[in-house]
């Protein structure tokens, strides 16, 4: 890692920022084409009428998919150049709004509720140690019955990017390289299905983890 500075929540969004424009090229590999379709079908019915908040939305690849029965989706990124890749999408829902935001403190927000939420993976990008508490914000948003669905990667080794370190509270991270030849220390979580149930807090109720090859899912509702 000599030369590349640690991960933070700043150069992750920097990171990010660098790559907006060439991010989707993780979707075209090979190999996970059985995965993305299956997920892409699998989404919809979940927010079926439903009023949702995207977190991270990055440059929008899953929002024209979860959207697509929603009654409205919000559909939030703290980057404005990802943001813009995802609203030059053609076939975005008309029920889509776009949003700039902090996803630790939804303060942009407002007072403004939902009764569901989706999160496509970001929830491998929070350090562990912030993870109960961005989830008790995130909850904090959402009316009772509300339903939560976190999707996110597996790691598979002929697939994934190499773990190069973790650190004391367990947190894993990857190297990852841009096009202007910069490298990037990512952190990137892979939980197992109890440790990312256990996570979850009081408000939590039918957890169900949902296996495909390259991605996980997990997918609940909240008292």
């Not at 991270?56 to 989706?73: F, I, L, S, V």
């Not at 076939?91 to 942009?108: N, S």
């Not at 496509?120 to 009772?144: E, F, M, Q, Y």
Request: aromatic share 10%; proline share 8%.
């Amino acid at each position: 890692m000599a030369g590349t500075p640690a991960a933070t929540p700043h150069s992750m969004a920097q990171y990010y920022r660098q790559r907006a424009a060439c991010y989707e090229r993780v979707y075209a590999k090979p190999e996970r084409q059985a995965d993305l379709r299956a997920m892409e079908a699998w989404l919809p019915g979940l927010f079926a009428g439903r009023r949702v908040l995207e977190i991270a939305t990055g440059t929008g690849w899953w929002t024209p998919h979860g959207a697509a029965q929603a009654a409205h989706w919000r559909a939030t990124d703290l980057n404005p150049e990802t943001l813009a890749v995802a609203r030059a999408k053609p076939a975005m829902p008309a029920g889509v709004q776009f949003q700039t935001v902090d996803a630790y403190t939804l303060a942009e927000l407002g007072d403004d509720t939902f009764d569901a939420a989706y999160a496509g993976c970001w929830w491998s990008h929070v350090p562990l140690a912030r993870l109960p508490a961005w989830l008790d914000t995130l909850h904090a948003r959402l009316a009772p019955g509300a339903v939560v669905v976190m999707l996110d990667n597996r790691f598979v080794p002929t697939s994934s990017t190499p773990i190069t370190r973790s650190d004391a509270d367990g947190n894993t991270y990857q190297l990852r390289p841009l096009d202007d030849g910069s490298t990037h220390e990512v952190l990137k979580n892979f939980p197992t299905p109890d440790q990312a149930v256990a996570a979850l807090g009081p408000r939590a109720r039918d957890a169900q983890w949902v296996d495909w090859t390259h991605y996980w899912a997990l997918v609940y509702t909240l008292s």
